[in-house]
């Protein structure tokens, strides 16, 4: 009967009054119990005298409750901080109930108002033991007996059995929608093996194979560590996508609700999480010392990268922000965005980097001391055969873009670039390295500091691998890569901002600045990974179809030129490329006909740029046929003889 009304009424909460009420009741049976405890378990004591004083301590109890508040936390959800009230409300009470005892033993103003002090005592130890173990046997009763009735049934272990670990584990028993039973902790440290939380026996990560969980029925392993190393995470993971059961993480504390971590927030491990790098420290005194009172543009400023960098200059004292882009759709989500989080201090305008009389006012308007071009194409299999676009955008955009920031004496205009640059096999790497010779060739005029960053491809992107191979999988596949052997470096949006802003902020001009992009992944074993993450078997239920290599593409890319070394720098991450020699007066030139060539839409344009970069090397594309004509003419040349 009990358990049926339980059942019928398990979405609602018991009320704070009726708390209360027990709660004085308690305290009044415990009153009377001290005094039979006092005197020796008998009644041998003034039993009037009690029945007088019982009112007395209800009240005193009463205010002491409503005062503290212990009697509006939900019983089903009793914690240290519940008992924590608990205890200050029987303090308050004892304090009170000592004072009224002194002040009425001077005044006389209660008549038999006489309480021993080791009546007292043993009283508020009575009456904190009696509240504390009705909530928990109250906790412990509703758990067992709902817990019966609720369809999902799980064994989990949890790996970490650290503070996260234990509060996953709270989460989890805790919560009234479903029937978890938690078999165990797995954790690396020897001294917690073999102990037991919370009744759990804690287990070294020497468990986690087929065995173990195929004979505990394991469903679920939740890896609930706080800022765990993510080489570490990705080979435990891969240890564990093999076996019949779910991976899953809890997000970082500074992600949990209110403070306490909700089950709907431990999420299926995603492939993100794997290639997640080191947590980002947005503030940054150089950068912020840097960025302080001046006025920032940032061209491509709605796009992946771009947006970034405008939500981290946004967390710094800054001047005004303008923000620059063609996508009118893409500003409109970012202005709002910033507008909700409390930022007002930008101005977005739709513009294009290619319309030089257009930008030419907004510099005379807004006079700004630090430019971030991160305007581009940056599509390889588009841009191979849209060389026109490419060039008008990735050069001719970032020569007008520095050319006004020259004109209108910018401190600083900071270039982001791309590991597709070096030794370019395509157009629009060729385009970015391009633009990266004109940036250094400007760095020779005037007094703007001209700085290129350069990196590879960051994760969460558009276009990126990750979010098509999800989709891909929703569609229940198959999965295409281009190439079995297909490598690439990754990094996060985030990081990836936070670099060029530090890069932006020790550059002192001329620099090409190499971020440090960790090991490569091989995009194959990405594939493989996410579907087995999806809950999915390879390639029983999704397969990977292996398409070729795509027009321009390579195989692996690569952070340097033939050539090319890097220094270091105070940061870990950060190198400084020493990058070739250029004849600055006659690439100036040559980057000036193109850009010239490409108004005509003149077909020679590519090969003008693989003049401009020799060791632009077209990749399984038509464009190919170029290189093979620049060999013979090459060969057949009247000097080749003489040689």
């Known amino acids: 009967m009990i358990k049926d009304y339980l059942v019928s009424n398990a979405h609602k909460y018991a009320s704070k009054w009726l708390v209360l009420a027990i709660d004085v009741v308690m305290i009044s049976i415990s009153f009377v119990l001290s005094y039979i405890i006092r005197f020796n378990l008998t009644l041998d004591f003034e039993i009037e005298r009690l029945f007088v004083q019982l009112p007395i301590i209800a009240l005193i109890a009463l205010a002491s409750f409503i005062f503290t508040g212990s009697h509006k936390g939900v019983i089903r959800h009793t914690g240290v901080r519940d008992v924590y009230n608990i205890f200050n409300a029987i303090c308050l009470s004892s304090i009170l109930l000592i004072s009224m005892v002194l002040f009425n033993r001077e005044l006389g103003v209660f008549e038999n108002f006489t309480v021993p002090l080791g009546i007292i005592i043993i009283h508020s130890l009575l009456s904190f033991v009696a509240l504390t173990a009705s909530r928990y046997v109250f906790k412990a009763l509703y758990n067992n007996l709902m817990a019966r009735d609720f369809k999902v049934n799980k064994n989990v272990l949890i790996f970490g059995a650290g503070e996260s670990g234990i509060l996953t584990q709270n989460a989890l028993v805790n919560h009234t929608k479903s029937r978890v039973r938690v078999v165990g902790y797995v954790d690396e440290d020897v001294k917690k093996v073999g102990k037991q939380i919370n009744g759990v026996k804690v287990f070294h990560k020497d468990v986690l194979n087929r065995d173990f969980i195929v004979k505990n029925n394991i469903s679920e392993v939740i890896f609930s560590i706080q800022n765990i190393d993510p080489r570490s995470l990705k080979v435990l993971v891969e240890g564990l996508v093999d076996f019949p059961v779910q991976v899953k993480i809890v997000p970082p504390v500074e992600q949990w609700i209110n403070g306490e971590l909700k089950v709907s927030q431990i999420k299926q491990i995603q492939i993100e999480d794997l290639l997640d790098r080191a947590p980002i420290n947005i503030k940054n005194s150089k950068i912020e010392g840097e960025i302080k009172n001046k006025v920032i543009l940032v061209t491509g400023g709605a796009g992946s990268i771009g947006s970034e960098i405008v939500r981290q200059v946004c967390t710094y004292n800054y001047k005004s922000l303008i923000v620059i882009d063609q996508s009118e759709s893409a500003l409109y989500d970012l202005q709002q965005e910033l507008k909700q989080n409390g930022y007002h201090n930008f101005m977005p305008i739709v513009g294009d980097v290619r319309d030089k009389n257009r930008l030419n006012n907004l510099f005379q308007e807004y006079k700004p001391n630090i430019v971030f071009h991160a305007a581009a194409y940056k599509h390889v299999p588009l841009m191979e055969y849209n060389a026109y676009e490419a060039i008008k955008i990735n050069v001719a955009g970032t020569k007008v873009v520095a050319d006004l920031s020259i004109s209108h004496n910018v401190d600083k205009f900071i270039f982001i670039s791309t590991d597709k640059a070096v030794n370019p096999t395509n157009v629009m790497g060729a385009t970015k390295r391009i633009a990266e010779m004109y940036i250094s060739c400007m760095q020779q005029k005037g007094k703007t500091k001209f700085i290129t960053t350069r990196f590879g491809n960051v994760l969460g992107s558009n276009g990126s691998v990750i979010p098509l191979f999800k989709k891909q999988i929703e569609k229940g596949g198959p999965l295409t890569v281009t190439h079995e052997n297909v490598t690439r470096f990754f990094m996060t949006i985030p990081e990836a901002s936070q670099l060029v802003l530090e890069a932006g902020a020790m550059g002192e ?23 087995k993450l999806s809950g999915l078997r390879y390639p029983e239920d999704i397969d990977i179809k292996i398409t070729g290599l795509r027009p321009g593409e390579k195989l692996y890319e690569e952070l340097l030129a033939n050539g090319e070394n890097t220094l270091p720098t105070y940061h870990k991450k950060i190198m400084i490329g020493k990058t070739r020699e250029l004849d600055y007066t006659l690439v100036h030139a040559k980057i000036d006909e193109l850009c010239v060539s490409n108004m005509f839409f003149n077909e020679s344009t590519v ?31 009247p000097l080749k003889k003489v040689l």
Do not use: R
């Open 607 to 637: 090969s003008l740029m693989k003049e401009i970069v020799p060791e632009f090397i077209s990749n399984n594309s038509e464009l190919c046929l170029l290189d093979k004509k620049k060999q013979n003419t090459t060969k057949n040349h």
């Open 509 to 531: 001009g001329g620099e090409i600045f190499i971020f440090d992009m960790g090991e490569s992944v091989k995009i194959f074993d990405l594939a493989k990974n996410m579907i």
